[in-house]
């Protein structure tokens, strides 16, 4: 295919000023790349806008915040959308395929506060929210006197509801707050071993029809291999782990030269019982490396504490 002759493209994405930055940074990624190219935004309300009185995991997880980009990336409306690499599910619908993961921006869950400058300041009883049950998990299995409560909307919202005292500090993904530009809101990013992150933290999504083939050679250049080999070995951790369902997992991986280092937890929803494990693999086998340590996690009981939550 001559990509000079691909003359536009219109990317898919939420409404959301996260949504949007991030949609934008593509845009002129392409544009710069293609200086011919037309690329155009659509915005699409998903599921996961619209409802925002209820917790992620009562109403059906990460793919409420895909489904109607998905759709309308099927039925040819939109050619490509771009997704927090966080919020995808592992399992995408025929058709579909991630082309592109971007370069990770910061990877870690901050710690937002107008009256604490760590985490750890926090008294007992200070509400802390969060609409992440990994969060709620790991923060309890440090701090069970905390009271920590459900937090919904977006990264501005979120900010407002702090901000009016409805909360005493908030965690959000430090990437996001960067982002938009709220990086002097960060008191502390919370180590690893307090709050291990998400699969696909700080990573972009570029999602495409698998049989495009003139958008997927489009947008190779996108793709960073190093965090591409990361995050497949975290999905690759979580598809086995999580099977679909909402449950406190976090996984992070590095890559050093020819090998991948893998942590992860899975954890019960009060954080009393938290299983931690790590593995090295080389990084040609990033994938088998997080299956296998899920099998290991599993085993070795994992499996008993997602029985008791599912």
């Excluded at 999602?207 to 996108?222: I, K, N, P, Q």
């Excluded at 890559?255 to 990084?283: E, F, N």
């Amino acid at each position: 295919m001559n990509i000079a002759m691909k003359k536009s493209v219109i990317i898919g994405t939420r409404k959301s000023l996260l949504a949007l930055w991030q949609s934008h940074y593509i845009k002129a990624c392409l544009e710069e790349r293609y200086p011919n190219l037309t690329v155009e935004l659509q915005k699409i309300v998903t599921t996961g806008d619209k409802i925002l009185d209820v917790p992620l995991a009562q109403i059906g997880g990460k793919g409420l915040f895909t489904k109607e980009i998905e759709t309308d990336l099927l039925e040819g409306k939109i050619d490509l959308a771009v997704h927090s690499l966080k919020d995808m599910p592992t399992k995408l619908p025929e058709g579909l395929c991630l082309t592109a993961i971007t370069e990770r921006a910061a990877v870690g869950d901050a710690f937002v506060s107008n009256k604490y400058d760590r985490w750890a300041d926090l008294p007992e009883g200070a509400v802390v929210g969060t609409s992440s049950l990994r969060r709620k998990a790991q923060l309890l299995a440090r701090r069970p006197d905390l009271d920590i409560r459900d937090l919904r909307g977006n990264v501005d919202t979120r900010l407002r509801k702090l901000d009016e005292g409805q909360y005493d500090a908030v965690i959000l993904a430090a990437a996001g707050l960067t982002r938009l530009g709220h990086a002097d809101r960060i008191k502390e990013t919370l180590p690893s071993d307090v709050c291990l992150p998400a699969v696909g933290q700080g990573a972009l999504a570029i999602e495409c029809r698998a049989d495009d083939t003139e958008v997927r050679e489009l947008l190779a250049f996108l793709n960073h291999r190093d965090t591409c080999l990361c995050t497949s070995a975290e999905r690759a951790f979580l598809g086995l782990v999580e099977g679909g369902c909402q449950v406190p997992i976090g996984v992070h991986a590095e890559v050093t030269g020819g090998t991948v280092h893998l942590d992860a937890i899975i954890a019960s929803l009060d954080g009393q019982r938290i299983l931690r494990d790590s593995l090295d693999c080389p990084a040609e086998d990033a994938v088998r490396g997080g299956q296998e340590l899920g099998t290991r996690m599993l085993d070795h009981g994992g499996r008993d504490i997602l029985r008791e939550i599912l």
